[in-house]
């Protein structure tokens, strides 16, 4: 249960440092009404899409991620953040993704904050196991 909390938690950071940069450079381009709260409910849905649908999506484009050597990765992940956007937005939380090149480089951030937060998430849990 930690674990999922944890990972929500650092879905919400990456998503709130991404949309904070994509607006930075188009202003307007992804829209998160309700401050944190929206921003939580959003990486909710976006943890969400990317459990259930991610893995079919990626066995259905595998021959498109083998032919690009994996760039064919960048629009799977576009495709579920602007997917995250349609489905907040359907249900009334107010997360907008507003156009293609929004949702890829939303995409992109969320990828690369991501991964080192939870890399560093990972070694500050695994060293309080290794003590306990």
């Known amino acids: 249960m930690q674990k999922l909390v944890v990972r929500w938690v650092v879905n ?3 998503l709130w440092i991404a949309i904070t940069v994509v607006n930075f450079f188009a202003a307007g381009s992804i829209e998160v009404l309700g401050g ?6 959003a ?3 976006f943890g969400l899409v990317n459990a259930v649908l991610r893995p079919i999506v990626n066995f259905l484009t595998c021959p498109l991620i083998i032919l ?3 760039l064919g990765t960048l629009l799977v992940n576009t495709l579920m953040f602007w997917l995250t956007g349609l489905l907040s937005e359907s249900i009334g939380f107010g997360f907008t993704v507003n156009g293609f090149w929004p949702a890829f480089f939303g995409a992109l951030i969320v990828s690369v904050v991501s991964i080192p937060l939870s890399m ?3 070694d500050e849990l695994g060293k309080r196991r290794k003590s306990a």
């Open 12 to 14: 919400a950071i990456a």
């Open 36 to 41: 944190w709260l929206g921003i939580l409910f």
């Open 43 to 45: 990486a909710f849905i």
């Open 68 to 70: 690009t050597l994996g």
């Open 120 to 122: 560093l998430i990972k």
